[in-house]
């Protein structure tokens, strides 16, 4: 595995550097459904904390699921409604990348409230944690949050509960933050909605500051007052990022949007008809142009400081202040606060000084072990077998060799993997792979590096091959069902009674930007034809009208299909799922497709590695099939050379000329 250098290396320019960290609770998981409970977790460009926000939601309807999230519908009778918080969490998340785990799902039921408002979520930027600890290949059995927590050493005090799950993905992620860092890992940031724009990295903003006074209301006669909120809109003479330092200098609090806590919106164009410009007509929000907020700030009076506020000073706080707890309702009544408030101190910015980005990284910290694997700490946890981690590295013309050869690992046991990450043990390589720039890194790393020929006669035969992994000690029956099975092209896994809600994950070399790759999926009858159009699923149509059938997003190069199998009606034969390459780029330009299958709750249960080939511009990567009363999973990695539209025509889909 590689070991991670003491020596600090440079922060990665293109990081985010805000970020708010969030948790809703709902009542189901459709968008039909409706959020309950909503936490957020501002941090900086390091992952320190610098606010935090929390509210209960009534949703005028029965709560759901209660034995999870343990709201009934008295604890949310007379809690504000969505539409009385939604501009003050559209504070919390404006300008920041939203980091949730399985982010698609807080994005999806955050953007179904939204839209319920005529509105779009505030954010421009997510980010899944889930994405993070795959990219980070973190050795362990799922990726839920209390499995994260556990491997990075962060108490749970009530899971389920939007502000806890919030705090603890937050320190969470600060680690995970750290660990990419050191590796020089891209984030797997995604914008939305915007195709291609995941893989290159947008320019970054300057990093949210605190603001260290309380707001003082909206702006008066006697012109503006430190802790005063300020929204900007429309072109301005002088560049916004300066208006906007300027503002931070002279102790006011800069928002991305206009609610009824904003002291005043700037703006040279009124008219414009702005969605801010819009928002402060409709809440009596002062506006006044460049040129005057530019001569008010020769004369700014002083506020009253957060932090050595009187008693009357700290109850209005702004809920984007570091000291901030808990959230009133429209009404003003106090949310109940949770347990969060008895967790250990956090690292905390300091609300005076903007937080700046690291020049350097800290030494890692050590991540705590896994609770099946006790180990004293400090100390890694150990292989629970001598299964090893491989890596093979090849060029475009080296596609069939290097399929061949990674055939021969799986059939030894061991695991392939698509990246260069912390999880690797051996890296192989075949003559083209030599000019991989991988290559060279991991010689670096002091990574063992192996030709193919070297790799066969070590592992394979020969006097000093390796043991066999069936002579590995065998792994423990209790955790048997965690056990992801390596599935070769082809082969077949059985499926649970009942298996409910499934995913496929699909990701790639994300260091890689040539082609861009798209999953889709068809639901099929038994004659292979899709039933109507709505069956096609694809990035501009990401569910069917009944949800059964959902594509997420979840990084630059991750993507994920959910499938709730138990919804698909008996005249479902199957559902295929594939990937394809956008323009004339083929999957030579792309490499493997790793693909993990399993319940949406649970471990992943199926693994395969498929070669996408080379002039193939489709890749059949597995299907879910009915076989009697049971439902399987068959691995595929056939490739076509025709498009995704052709595909979609052979299952019945009416596609446009």
Request: aromatic share 4%.
């Amino acid at each position: 595995m590689i070991a991670t250098s003491s020596t600090p290396a440079a922060w990665p320019a293109d990081y985010p550097r805000d970020y708010a960290v969030v948790d809703v609770e709902t009542t189901g998981l459709t968008v039909r459904d409706r959020v309950i409970s909503a936490a957020v977790v501002l941090l900086d460009a390091a992952g320190s904390v610098t606010g935090r926000w929390t509210s209960l939601v009534d949703p005028q309807r029965d709560p759901g699921p209660t034995a999870i999230h343990g709201l009934t519908s008295a604890d949310l009778a007379g809690q504000p409604l969505f539409e009385d918080i939604a501009d003050e969490l559209g504070e919390h998340l404006s300008g920041r990348v939203l980091v949730a785990h399985n982010a698609s799902f807080d994005w999806r039921m955050l953007s179904a409230e939204y839209s319920r408002l005529g509105r779009a979520v505030p954010a421009d930027e997510r980010l899944c944690t889930i994405a993070l600890a795959k990219r980070l290949e973190l050795p362990l059995r799922n990726w839920r949050l209390e499995t994260l927590a556990a491997h990075y050493g962060v108490p749970q005090l009530k899971a389920h509960d939007a502000e806890d799950d919030a705090r603890v993905l937050a320190r969470v992620f600060r680690s995970a933050l750290h660990e990419a860092a050191h590796a020089e890992l891209p984030l797997p940031v995604m914008r939305p909605g915007v195709r291609g724009v995941a893989a290159v990295p947008a320019p970054r903003k300057p990093p949210k500051s605190p603001c260290a006074y309380v707001n003082p209301g909206r702006l008066g006669d006697d012109g503006l007052v430190q802790g005063m909120r300020v929204a900007f809109t429309g072109e301005t003479s002088a560049g916004r990022e300066e208006l906007e330092a300027r503002a931070v200098a002279a102790g006011l609090a800069v928002t991305g949007s206009v609610s009824g806590r904003t002291s005043l919106l700037v703006t040279n164009d009124p008219e414009s008809g702005s969605g801010k410009s819009r928002a402060a007509r409709d809440k009596g929000v002062p506006v006044v142009d460049e040129a005057a907020f530019v001569a008010m700030l020769a004369n700014v009076r002083p506020g009253a400081r957060a932090d050595t506020g009187t008693a009357q000073d700290a109850s209005q706080l702004s809920r984007l202040s570091p000291l901030s707890y808990g959230s009133q309702g429209a009404q003003g009544s106090q949310a109940p606060q949770t347990q969060a408030s008895q967790t250990p101190p956090e690292p905390e910015a300091q609300p005076a000084q903007p937080p700046e980005v690291p020049a350097a990284l800290p030494a890692p910290r050590t991540a705590a072990p896994e609770p099946a694997v006790p180990t004293p700490p400090g100390v890694p946890a150990p292989r629970r077998s001598s299964v090893l981690n491989v890596l093979v590295l090849h060029d475009r013309t080296e596609h069939a060799a290097a399929g061949e050869l990674r055939a021969l690992i799986v059939e030894a046991g061991h695991r392939l993997r698509v990246n260069l990450t912390a999880s690797v043990d051996i890296v192989v390589t075949l003559d083209g792979g030599a000019s991989d720039p991988r290559a060279k890194r991991a010689a670096t790393l002091g990574l063992e590096c192996l030709t193919a020929d070297e790799w066969r006669k070590r592992f394979t035969g020969g006097p000093e091959a390796a043991p066999a992994v069936a002579d590995a000690p065998a792994e423990d029956p209790a955790a048997s069902e965690d056990v992801c099975r390596e599935l070769p092209r082809g082969g077949v896994h059985v499926l649970p009674d009942k298996p409910g809600v499934w995913t496929l994950q699909a990701s790639w070399r994300w260091d890689r930007p040539d082609g861009e790759v798209d999953v889709v999926a068809f639901v099929l009858d038994a004659g292979e034809r899709v039933r109507g159009d709505d069956d096609f699923v694809f990035w501009n149509h990401t569910s069917t009208s009944d949800g059964s059938v959902v594509i997420d997003e979840m990084g630059s190069a991750e993507r994920g299909v959910t499938i709730d199998l138990d919804a698909l009606g008996p005249d479902v034969a199957r559902v295929m799922v594939a990937a394809s390459v956008d323009g004339a780029s083929a999957f030579d330009a792309v490499g493997p497709i790793e693909v993990q299958t399993g319940p949406a709750q649970g471990s992943a249960q199926t693994r395969s590695i498929l070669d996408a080939a080379t002039v193939e511009r489709v890749l059949l990567l597995g299907e879910f099939y009915r076989r009697g009363t049971e439902w399987r999973f068959r691995a595929q990695g056939q490739g076509h050379e025709f498009d995704v539209s052709e595909l979609a025509k052979r299952y019945g889909v009416d596609v446009e000329e």
